[in-house]
């Protein structure tokens, strides 16, 4: 029997582990939400627990494609089309939407990772990763975010964490 590919991801320490059954396989920097764990619709938190890759999108996307409304836009991130939008929620090259697997905690009502678009994808390369500065999501580096989505897929699973 094959182990089945899950992803760690924690908060303390701000890293996303893959794992293939209890052996770590793969671990890169991450950054998550600004406003630390939160579930709650609006709190700007990485929701905890348990979640299911829900959708994974831009597999044939370019490194740095930018994604609005999980839609490619045609753009390629570079240092001058960030200058123009400074306050654009750079979400690139790839796109992991979780759904939250415990009623009550990270899915339905108020808490709902999927209706709050919870995603791990890509940010510019000149971000800071290790840090919390996201609006929830997990942040990851361009080269990184690629290569976890060619090994995971939807349905993997991700437990998200505040401890080590």
Known sequence: MTQQNWVLVSLAEQTLTLYQGNNPQSNWPVATGKAGAGELRGSGGTPRGWHRVRLAIGATAPRGAVFVGRRWTGEIHTPTLHKAFPNRDWILSRVLWLTGLESGRNRG?????LSRFIYIHGCPDEAPLGQPIS???IRMGNDAVIALFDLIGTGTLVRIVEGA
């Open 109 to 113: 009502g108020q808490v709902d990772t």
């Open 135 to 137: 609006h929830g999501c």
